[in-house]
C-alpha cells in the first residue's frame, strides 16, 4: 500500500496547486470550490502539459511535468497573494466541509485501492486498450503520442485522460500497471467526493437563502455525504444481488423481478 500513499501525496499536491485558483474561480459556491480544487488541477495540468508538447515547447518528460505545476502554482501564488487573506478567513470558518470532503477522498481511495487489489487483473472490456494506450504515450517524447496498433504512425483517439494518467505514472515513478489500478480508485474517490461537493454546495446555498440566519452545516454535510452513496456506490447493487442469490437466499419470485 506504500504506491497508494506516494499517489494520495501526489494528488494532494496537484490539488493544493490548484486551490487558489478553485477558490477563486468557484467563489460562488458556498464551499468556494475547495471539493473541485482536486479535479481542476489534474485537468489543468493535463492540459497545459499536453499543450506545451504538442506545440514543441516542451518534451515528455518528468522535468516537463514538473515544470507545468511549477507554473500551476506559480498562478495560484499571485492569486493567493492578491485574495489570500480573505480566502484563509473562509477557510477558517468552513472547515468541517474541507475535512469532510478529505476524509471521505482519503478513505474512498484507500477502500476502493484495497478492494481493487484483489482483482487487479488488467483484462475484458477496454482495459487493455487502455492499458496500452498509457504506456505508448509513456514512450513517446513528443506528442500526438505513437499508435500502439500501427508503428510509425499517432493516435487516432481521444486520449487527454490517458496522459493525465501517464503524468502522475511519470512524477510518482509508479509502475504503469500499478498505477493503471490506483487510477480506477481515484476515478472512483473523486466521483465520491464530487457528488458530496455538489449536493452540500446546492443544499447550503438553498439554505442560506431562504433561512440566512441558521448557521448549521450539519445538513448539508449529511445531504453530501448521502449524494457520495448515491452516485458511485447504489448504481452497483446488482453485484450484491448477485451475492445474495448465489448463497441461496431470498425467492426465487424476488431474483425473477429483479432479473437476476
Known sequence: MLAVLIWWLALQLIGLLALPLALRLLRGLPDRGFGFARPLGLLLAGYLFWLLVTLGVLQNTRGSILLVLLMLGAASGWLWLRHGREASAFLRARWRVLLATEL????????????????????????????????????????????????????????????????????????????????????FALTATGAFSLVYNLVQAYRERVRPADARQAPALLSGLLGAVLVPLMGNLEGIFEIIRARGWGSEALFRWLDV
Open 104 to 187: 471521505l477522498f482519503l478513505v474512498t481511495l484507500a477502500l476502493f485501492s484495497l478492494f481493487r487489489a484483489y482483482n487487479p487483473n488488467i483484462e475484458a472490456t477496454e482495459k487493455p486498450m487502455e492499458f496500452g494506450f498509457i504506456n505508448a504515450i509513456l514512450r513517446s517524447r513528443t506528442f500526438p503520442p505513437r499508435d500502439m496498433w500501427l508503428s510509425g504512425y499517432a493516435i487516432s483517439y481521444y486520449y487527454l485522460g490517458y496522459v493525465i494518467v501517464a503524468l502522475l505514472t511519470r512524477l510518482t515513478g509508479l509502475a504503469s500497471d500499478v498505477t493503471f489500478n490506483l487510477t480506477v480508485a481515484t476515478l
